[in-house]
């Protein structure tokens, strides 16, 4: 079985730094693409940024320059460092992976998400 487990959020306030980590165990075979979404308040869930296995990136625009994406394979892990925040950042965030767990194709899994706040 699949898990994915976020850590690292919490309360900070403008311009300050926090970095989050998810972490997959289970029985897993290969992750394909890692990525983090946050979701606001009264707003849909958005990509904030995704990885590929080779370490390719991708990022919204609205943190370009602030955030960083990146992950251990041997680990099982993606990180999002996060700069220089903004209230506007302020919302839940959720990691999800494309992983092979031996059977069938490849499945997106997602983490139960992890509270980020930033405020004065």
């Known amino acids: 079985q699949v898990q994915l487990v976020e850590s690292g959020g919490g309360l900070v306030q403008p311009g300050g730094s926090l970095r989050l980590s998810c972490a997959a165990s289970?029985?897993?075979?290969?992750?394909?693409?890692m990525g983090w979404y946050r979701q606001a308040p009264g707003k849909q869930r958005e990509l904030v940024a995704s990885?590929?296995?080779?370490?390719?990136?991708n990022l919204v625009d609205s943190v370009k320059g602030r955030f960083t994406i990146s992950r251990d394979n041997a680990k099982r892990t993606v990180y999002l460092q996060m700069n220089s925040l903004k209230p506007e950042d302020t919302a839940v965030y959720y990691c999800?992976?494309?992983?092979?767990?031996?059977?069938?194709?490849?499945?997106?899994?997602w983490g139960l998400g992890t509270q980020v706040t930033v405020s004065s």
């Open positions: 999800n992976a494309e992983i092979w767990a031996g059977f069938g194709s490849y499945r997106t899994y």
């Open positions: 289970g029985t897993i075979f290969s992750i394909h693409d």
């Open positions: 990885i590929t296995s080779g370490g390719g990136t």
